[in-house]
């Protein structure tokens, strides 16, 4: 059953971020075996960063089913990228996995022009990686730490975006950001992530009003709290153990239950929708 209370008391803590599916206890949940595609997304291409598990596992594997061929693109979790790579091509569409830090501009850049030399075009990007470290203090936050987590949470997204304009200004393209719950409310150990995720969250209004005359559209999805590889590599095994239990549904959610509205977003179904985020977050009041 989706979004059943599961033991997360049994994960043990992974040391590398952002985590990896293949070494969870508990697997997070990244699709509805049930479910039948309508065609919604027929033979677009998305390109997902953080595709090889979590959310964006849940997402590519549901938007090949809506017929889009996927680039999944990652840090250097090849096990998990190879599995969701699997996935998705037993769903009939076509699928690459590109390993890199997208911290760079150059391996952005490389990441884009190698999808759109495979598949002939880009319509959808979706810049979901991110990491994110805990402190007690901001007095143990180092620059080196700072530089780390922007360039992987926001500066990205900035290279991605310029790299796929020229694409996506062809075909109305679509651009959907991952941001958080914490961009609204804060959080006591998660200062530079939480920051990140605020100039995300004004990023995607930003974008969206200066590529309107383009064409194209510019959403974002702020979830939280939900069972990703990504937890099992921030918090100890104590805080795991009641993830999510502070919302009004009293669990965490689960990839499949946030990948909807990614697709939502990323289809005609939202044609009057930009510079908009959407909050599947179990229950949280944000006002955002």
């Known amino acids: 059953m989706v979004g059943e209370k599961k033991p997360q008391h049994l994960e043990k803590r992974q040391e590398k971020q952002p985590g990896e599916r293949s070494k969870m206890h508990v697997l997070p949940e990244s699709e509805d075996e049930n479910y039948r595609g309508q ?30 061929d996927v680039a999944i693109v990652y840090l250097d979790e090849h096990k998990d990228a190879e599995d969701t790579r699997q996935r998705v091509e037993r769903t009939g569409r076509r699928c690459i996995t590109i390993a890199g830090d997208i911290g760079h501009p150059e391996f952005c850049r490389l990441a884009v022009a190698r999808t759109v030399e495979t598949f002939g075009r880009l319509d959808v990007l979706v810049n979901n990686a991110a990491e994110q470290h805990t402190y007690d203090s901001i007095l143990e936050v180092t620059p080196e730490d700072l530089q780390r987590t922007f360039a992987t949470n926001i500066f990205s997204m900035f290279y991605f975006v310029q790299a796929a304009l020229p694409h996506l200004e062809k075909r109305d393209g679509v651009i959907i950001n991952s941001t958080s719950v914490t961009a609204y409310e804060g959080h006591r150990t998660l200062i530079p992530y939480a920051c990140t995720k605020g100039a995300i969250t004004v990023f995607t209004r930003s974008l969206a009003i200066s590529l309107a005359d383009n064409g194209i559209r510019v959403n974002a999805v702020a979830p939280v709290p939900v069972w990703t590889p990504l937890i099992a590599a921030s918090f100890s095994e104590e805080k795991m153990a009641n993830f999510g239990e502070n919302t009004l549904l009293g669990r965490a959610g689960q990839p499949v239950e946030i990948a909807p509205s990614y697709l939502f977003l990323a289809t005609s179904d939202s044609s009057y929708m930009t510079g908009q985020v959407l909050h599947p977050n179990g229950g949280r009041i944000v006002n955002g």
Do not use: M, N, P, Q
């Open 39 to 68: 065609g919604k997304l027929l033979d677009k291409v998305a390109l997902v960063t953080g595709g090889d598990s979590g959310i964006g596992r849940a997402v590519s594997i549901l938007f090949a089913k809506e017929g889009a």
